[in-house]
């Protein structure tokens, strides 16, 4: 119960922008974020071209703008966003946005893109269900694409980037071959793409729903539906923003995209809307379900009256007739004639089988 | 009941692209598609020109590169997704993107137009629909458009470019004056035209269900409705996008089309427009018999409770009188009055007659 | 029965374009159209200017194209659209589009412009309301206007032109003072003119329906307001597309029609876009309606359940007393009581009392 | 009865265009408007700039004419539209084109913005609301801008552009500082002013509506809900073209128009936009109300329910066990039990506790 | 009960603008405003730049005008509308439009941004939040920003800017070091982060509400749910002019405001559409919770109707029974079988048992 109470209370607090510790602080400051101080924050350096990859764990981002490498592209992620003197740094020696750092560690961003012409900087959703709760959890994925750099920017250690990481290392693909802005596409690719993983595990768990709804709907099958429909309407909220980030990203003319990414990221902008439609299609199916739902129910109380109403007119107006001759008056002949009781008998039993060729008329029965 | 779950199952993971087999590949890597491998891939090879055509069944694509022939137009129709070196081949001899390929053997693709410069490429939803089941089915065709040749996939071999088929064998219509973009403008239209034929089954089966609703509404009539509302919903997601994409088709400025074929490409617009419209209106009439339903059950209730209330109302006030001359109290005058039986019986009488009376004038009756 | 069901039948079907017979013919053939094929087709031709006129019935289209006479403006009625060779010979004479003559011949078209330069071609919908079977029908007008001609193609012969066949013979207006491009325009702007009087039948049929259902509704309310909805559904869809096809022509810049005539398209944009908000409104009107019938129906339930429960909660109780006492114990002191039955009797009335108070003040009576 | 299907009458038929004395004349054509030719029509006539002013009713428009006057702003007001003559004078001496004489005779006009170059003329909706029927009338205002002269039709006598004769008269505001741009600004501004106090009017009786449906809910409240649903949309029909007309009028680079008058349309527009605002909003809230009501009814029913269920349920079982004593068989052993009758009341008392405290524990009670 | 009808009373007129003391006033012309003209205006002066500040409470706005210190920016916060003379002292000497001024006191406006090219001008509404009535109050808000000057207009005093007066003494963040236009935006951020904290509220208070609605809905549920959705709707109408308002701002290019500040608009720009995601979130979350209580009803209605049908289902047959064995005819031999009375209860007992069989397999017990 308590349980249960807890877990829609993150239901509807999630469609909230968290806001408390940030008010009244200046426009680009930087906040301590809200979870997670216990675990150190991690930094990755990825350095690679063509020919040969380095892949290292850092302590402190003076490797990461140690130009000395041949590598020439520098992909550097960061897991955990609470070591605001990481970020100063990073801040200061890149020169970016004191808006842009404000955004990256205050989680709860509606995702988007900002062209700030020497960098871009995009802040998008990555989703995780749970296959036994059927609960969402979204967590923000801040990047900045500056010259031949990336730097992604975490909440907290995940392997959505594994896929990224075995890429570089097999140099499978042409991530290899091409700049810096085809590693930023590919963070958002790989992305959008677990996005599709998601909806195929809401769409199984929504078709158990229907298979229950089908073969016996309950008050459980209500409560449900009334779930998956908020955590369609969380997942569409959530997601919606990412079509225009991506439409902007990729019609964006800065010169930092090269041409041949652009039709990459054109076929990003194109799985996104497929995602977005969707979440649109599993809304409308749910909808319907609801509305199947309470026709059920509906049809369900139907049955339970006319089982009431064929019970009630038979034997009320039956019962009616014995009370007649169960009064005491002294002058009442039919008690005395001889099949007075068998008569009274087959005029109920009449009655009774009228009565129900009249229902069977009816189509109750 | 197996069967039915079976059948639903189908209906909602159709609405969301199958994504598992993809996950981890680089863009563009081609994948195995995941239906019918043991059927093997056809090529059919057409060359035609205003004076002569050539039809043949191919086993390697090398004919459709052999230039040698006078025959100017040709048109490869691949049915079979799954032969991924045949795939690598046109690939890298027309120099196609691999983006491209990628979508082409990944089917559950969102229609869509892409214009590459030096060639167009589009992915078309084919509908067919079982009379018997009422179910529809989709197909993804897929169609490179490139200088004068036109490379159309399939998943598997069907019929309906049979009526091109003739039309090139026949020299009906202007399709053998024309070139190469008319050709692929044909493909868009038959499948297209297809489409109303669909739509107009799709007619029938409401109008069985509407007859039903008004005639004898039950629960499998409510359940009939449910399924064709989501086949309507699967439709129209299916085949919005493509309104968008003959637009891009019509008003692009590519060299590749001739101004005469943009007179016909807006003829496909207008059609499918038209279509799209169709099937919004059939959303709406579904919608309304949705409502009537509703009411219907609505009003039964309401007669069967009609039925109760009367019921109950005349009799069980004259079961009280004969229940109170039941009594045994040794002082009841009115027992051992003569006519005192006769008299409760007249009283009965009346009062079931003013209780009529009382139903009949509230219009119960 | 049969016939509801085919009204019924014909009202869903209306929705779709029909479609079996063009199946498998290449794009611009002209195919025979599906009804009245026995009635003769019928040219009626006019010419005039602002000094004379003529006007005759012509049995081949020679006399049009005949460029002899000094008056001016040509103006060629056709009734009927199933001769082909007719149809043909303008195609031919006139140089034609092959589809505009498919679309004139193939009814069921969605309104709309087309601006072929050397001409300009317009599908519009012509309505009609039977007051006695509220019942409404559709039929295409096509018109081509190329320079001083205008050529209007309607399915059967119907008097919605006497109007400016009148003003012809009359020259009251400007008609016979203006172009070829102000007769198009007067053609639209009888047509348009037309829905407000449809319009205003449905308006009178929609009063009808709600003074039902505000005195007394039945189920033939439910169903009228069924159909009166979908009437007013398949007029929207009917002439939404007009709304464009009017702003294309009025904005359209060929020289063929002339700025003094603009004015007049603009008039004509103002009364289309008055006629959509107009349905839009009754669509609201109706849909509201429904509401009512609904609150209606269980308004009456609930009164219903009120009557049944004021007679079951009075009179259960009373009969249960009087089916204790008339229980056969041997010792049951009541029943020896001198005034035991009146004390019984008095008790019943107080509880009958206290009941209906309670129920005074529950305002249930 | 007769009265309320009268003013039901009254409310379907204002949504649509009166057209059947229209039908069959020319566009441009004068034709009698429906209503009130027995009063006769007023002019009034205001000359006035800086300096002075002169205010007089006249009886033909040659007064307005003249030009000898210093004053150079002239503004004539006309009460009535039936004096056909007087329409025709001003058309051909000020060379308005025919379709906005037709326009202004023909009442019943979608709000709109006309510029014809050489004038600028715009229809607006004036609305009366009358506080004890709460019905709400329209009336179509005219006006036309030219040169320094302004002319406005009424359909009859009212005292909404009193407002303006006082400012005239009393040289309050900047109005008789400014040109006949300002005016026409002005005669529009105190219109949409109105409309603020007719929402305000209507807010208030939604109010005493709510109130009832909170306290008491009957049938009649559910007419009001639908009575002023229907108001709110009759009003947002009729406003909301007053938006694009006020935009259109502001953004319109005619040359009439002063850079200073536009700040003024400019703030008019904010009006308008500020009043459809409300309008959608008092919409929502009305379209709530129905909701509840709903809910209340299905709550009551809900209630009536119970209170059967809980009286049926407790002495149909006990009414059974009194007729099981009731019954007449020899060999009845309880029946002489000594305490028989009071052990079998001590049941019934224990079944009675029993069912109260079951339906205590379900909430019933 | 007359309390919670004056609570309601203000919720529906607070849609509406207050409009009947401005009745025939000429625009421009400044009006007392409806409020607290008791409480004496006050005026708040800060002068400052990077090197220092002053802040001191003025009595006239000479001190504002006084141009002699060295301290650029200056903002004026004027706290109370009624003091007309301090108004057109403003007007006058900054030369500001009367309209403008007409907007600060005439509280009710919806919010925008007018260029008036010398300056800008914004309104934004202010809201705040009762957490134990969980009621919402607006408050206008109007911002002047002309060369180094801003002024800012509070309906009354209130502590939503001591953040700024706080960056302003400490010299936090980038405030004193920027211009008038950053101070403005400033005023602007502050207003937008605090809708963040009302939406929390109202988060947490449809939290409340929805763990009643899944535990043990009542009435008063439904009546919060409509409550809190009529604050959702007043919400959302009040903040949605702010996208826009703050759009232009963004995206105007006024040389007043500096391109660094520009960014900072953008990020103001990115948090209002948040906030309006936010609420559209919260408004389909709430009506969702409307749709779950119908449910529930219905739900609660159907367990009714089956604990009666049941009851009644079972006793009325076996009171029947023993109504039967209770009438007196002379000639009944079952009543005088040695164990007839024993084999009736028996026959009873099993007709229960089958009954309550039956029930089981319909799974309604």
Chains 1, 2, 3, 4, 5 share one sequence.
Do not use: C
């Amino acid at each position: 119960m308590k349980n249960d109470n807890l877990r829609n209370s993150l239901k509807i607090q999630r469609f909230i922008r968290p806001v408390d510790k940030t008010k009244g602080l200046p426009p680009g400051s930087l906040r301590e974020p809200p979870v997670e101080k216990a675990i150190p924050v991690t930094l990755e350096l990825f350095n690679y071209n063509e020919k040969g990859f380095t892949s290292e764990h850092i302590a402190t981002v003076d490797k990461f703008f140690d130009k000395s490498s041949d590598l020439t592209v520098k992909w550097l992620n960061i897991n955990g966003l609470h070591d605001i003197k990481l970020m100063k740094e990073i801040r200061d020696r890149l020169n970016i946005h004191p808006l842009v750092l404000e955004d990256i560690t205050h989680t709860g961003q509606r995702p988007k893109f900002d062209d700030y012409e020497e960098y871009l900087y995009f802040v998008i959703k990555m989703i995780t269900y749970n296959r036994q709760t059927h609960e969402i959890f979204t967590e923000q994925v801040s990047i900045i694409l500056i010259d031949s750099m990336v730097i992604s920017f975490q909440e907290r250690e995940g392997d959505v980037f594994d896929i990224i990481r075995e890429r570089i290392k097999t140099n499978k693909g042409r991530l290899r071959k091409m700049g810096a802005d085809y590693m930023a596409y590919s963070l958002l690719d790989v992305v959008v793409d677990s996005y599709f993983e998601i909806l195929e595990n809401i769409g199984g768990h929504i078709q158990e729903i229907e298979e229950d709804l089908m073969s016996h709907p309950t008050v459980k099958t209500l409560q449900d539906i009334h779930h998956i429909k908020r955590d369609i309407l969380y997942l569409f909220n959530s997601l919606w923003p990412m079509r225009q980030l991506v439409n902007t990203f990729y019609q964006n003319e800065s010169k930092i995209i090269d041409k041949t990414t652009r039709f990459y990221l054109k076929d990003v902008y194109d799985h996104i809307v497929q995602v977005i439609d969707t979440i649109e299609s599993l809304r409308d199916v749910v909808s319907g379900m609801m509305d199947i739902y309470l026709s059920t129910v509906n049809n369900r109380m139907n049955e339970v009256m006319k089982v009431l109403t064929i019970m009630a007119s038979i034997f009320i107006p039956l019962t009616f007739i014995a009370g007649i001759y169960g009064m005491n008056f002294d002058n009442m002949p039919e008690l005395h004639f001889k099949y007075g009781y068998y008569a009274v008998l087959g005029i109920m039993a009449i009655m009774g089988i009228l009565m129900l060729s009249y229902f069977k008329i009816k189509k109750w029965l």
